[in-house]
C-alpha cells in the first residue's frame, strides 16, 4: 500500500528493488504479482517497464491518451490489463502498449461494460476480481 502522493516513476523504482530483493530470497519471478488499480496501474507499468524479471502484472483502469502520449513503456512479464469501457479518466485499450515492441511472454485484456465509468474499481466486482485472481495463480484467463 502506498501513500497518496506519490511520484509514480520513484515508487516504481521502490517495487522494482522489492521484486529484486524477493527474487534474491529465493522466489521465483512467477510467483510475485504486482497490481494496480488507477495511480497504481500507472506504477506497475512504470514497474514492468523498469523491472525485468518476468513477474505478473495486473493493470486495473491504467491507460488514457495522457499516458500514451508521455510515457515510452516497454513492459517485461505477463499482463494482464483491465478497463471499463465507461471510464472517463482511464477506460482505454492497453491495445497501443501491447502493439509496442515489448519483452512480454503474455499480454491479455479484459474490456468490462458495468457503466460504473472509474467506480468500476471501487467495488469488488467479480468481472475484474475473478480473472485477477486466476492471472495470479495461473498467468492465463
Known sequence: MRTTNVDPEIYADKI???????IGLGL????????GASKGAIIASHTSSMNRHSVNYVFLAGNNDYQEQNNNWRFHGQILSIFDSS????????QYWKDK????TTFEEIKLNTG??????????????????KWITKQKL
Do not use: C, M
Open 101 to 104: 515492441d515489448n519483452y512480454t
Open 116 to 133: 460504473l465509468s472509474h467506480g468500476f474499481l471501487y467495488k469488488p466486482l467479480k468481472e475484474w476480481v475473478e480473472p485477477t485472481k
Open 16 to 22: 522494482s528493488r522489492q521484486i529484486d530483493s524477493l
Open 28 to 35: 521465483q519471478p512467477r510467483d510475485i504479482t504486482v497490481v
Open 87 to 94: 471510464d472517463d479518466i482511464a477506460g482505454k485499450s492497453y
